[in-house]
Structure formats: C-alpha cells, structure tokens
C-alpha cells in the first residue's frame, strides 16, 4: 500500500459510519492478546486467564505486564531491570482503556509493578502522569511497598559497564526486553499497557517513550491500539503508536499501519540503522500486525485459534 493510496482510503474514510470503520469481530473470534518478545508469552497466558473468563482487557493487559515486571531474568523491565549509569534502577509504565482514560508513571523507583501504579493513577487521580519522587510518594500512598529492584546479576552487568562507561545502544540486546501487550475482550473492547526498565546504563533522570501515551501506547477503540518496543527516542519523536492507529483508521491493515509507522521513522531521522524500532497493532476487527526496523523483533499471539511466538517483519 503506498502513500497515495492510504490518502484516498483517509478521505473516503471520512464519509464512512464509525460501524463501517470498525466492525467487532464474531464473539468466537474473541478474545485476544498480543505481547511483545519472547517473554510476552507468559505475559500473554496470565492475560488470557482473564480474558476467557470474560474478563476485561484491561484486567488482563495490566495481570500481562505484572508478569515480566516480577521476573529478574527480563533485564529491561521492572525487577532485575538493568540499572542507569549511576545504578539506579528507574521504572516507566503506562496503561490505557477503551474509554481513552490512561494513566502513566515514570522516573519511578523501588516499587516492582509501576504498571498497577499507573493504572492507579489513572484511576484515583485526576491526573495522566505522575514522575519521579511524587510517583514514588503516590504509589506508597496507596499501598504498594518498596523494595530493592538491583539484582546481583544486574549489578555485576552495572560494574562491568562502568569499566569504560560507553553508552552504545546493542540491537536487539540492549533495549529489546520492553513488553508492550494489547488486548481485546469478549465484550470487542481494547486496551494496552507498556512497562520497562529503560535502556541500559542511561543517563539518570532519562524516560524513553514507554510512559508516553501516543508514543509507546495508543488505544483507539473505535479503530485498534499499538504499542512499540526499541529505542525510545525514535518513537518519541514521531509519536509512534498514535501514528500506527491513526494508519489503521486510514484504511490500513494492522501489518500496513506498522510498516508505515517506521517507514516514516526512516524517512525523517537519517540514524534510523544504529538503532531498532519495532511496533505492534491489534484492530478493533482482531488483526494483528507487526513491523520492525532490523530483523529479530518477534512477539506472541494468544486466542482461541493461536498461540504461538512469531517473527515480525523488518524493513531491513
């Protein structure tokens, strides 16, 4: 699909009804649950727990993320995440439902599973993001308790790091452990959520696009949602995922939306090959759809007629 035509199926688009736009899928085809990366699996299998017992995607996509947050072998999200250049672990996290409320912590410290605190702001504040040292004061508030988020195996990788202290993005390494994870319910409602630990060894006070809704997550739910994994900064600049949906309400399939999302990527910041950019759609109709810069980014699908891990396609 190029440029052209994705413009003429935007202006008919226009003159169509909304049920026309984005019809719901046959309740047999529902529900469904995608999540970034290998460890998006177990993501997925908390999530559809909920999601068969007609549970709301926004239950299951927060019980996904909590997985990777809780698992010290995922070096890029929550526990066990590797730390900033000065060895502190720092969380960003957001979630997003089928109403557009949304919720979003980031610069967050000491508290496992940011993405519950997120949905917490979403929910008990008239607030869409909180940071840093009022994050932390929040999520105490309201329940959660601190703890020590740098594992040995983090450290040792922080002390090996601070030998010659260079900061060089490794594709597909370094920034690939992120989850984002979309869902669609029984009820044809979708939501999202994204958490991370961040790049490795970043600069302290450094958010990457994972707490920023339209540039890690977007949920539409009258079109779909995307979330997006890579490096942050890429994605920021472009306000990657509200692109990928706002494709989607153009006429675009889920796989065209994303492969359109970094075609535009590489078509305004010239650096696009140091880096990996991968995003991944659900549509409102159940098409997923995944596009990624280098080859390596894979995700897993999970519904009554799949569950699988699978390879996303890349421009390079």
Known sequence: ????????????????????????????????????????????????????KKGTALDAVEAG???SEADPTVMSVGYGGFPDREGHVTLDACIMDHQQNCGSVAFLQHIKHPVSVARKVMEQTP????????ALQFAKAQGFKTENLLTEKAKKAWQEWLKQAKYQPVINIE???TIGI???DSSGNLSGACTTSGAAFKMHGRVGDSPLIGAGLYVDN????????GMGELMIKTVGCHSVVEFMRQGATAQQACQEAVERIAKKLPNFKKFQVGFLALSKQGDVGAYCIQPGFNYAVKSTKQDKLQDGASML
Do not use: C, Y
Not at 5 to 31: I, R, V, Y
């Open 127 to 134: 607030h869409v993001m909180l940071v840093g040292e009022g």
């Open 222 to 229: 009258e079109i779909g949602a995307a979330t997006a994994t």
């Open 65 to 67: 993320a909590r997985i």
């Open 175 to 177: 920034n690939h452990d």
């Open 182 to 184: 979309l869902a669609l």
């Open 1 to 52: 699909m190029n440029r052209r035509h994705l413009l003429q199926l935007g202006a008919l688009s226009s003159f169509l009804p909304k049920s026309t736009l984005a019809k719901t899928p046959k309740g047999n085809e529902l529900p469904i649950v995608v999540s970034t990366w290998k460890h998006g699996i177990d993501a997925n299998i908390a999530a559809w727990n909920i999601l068969v």
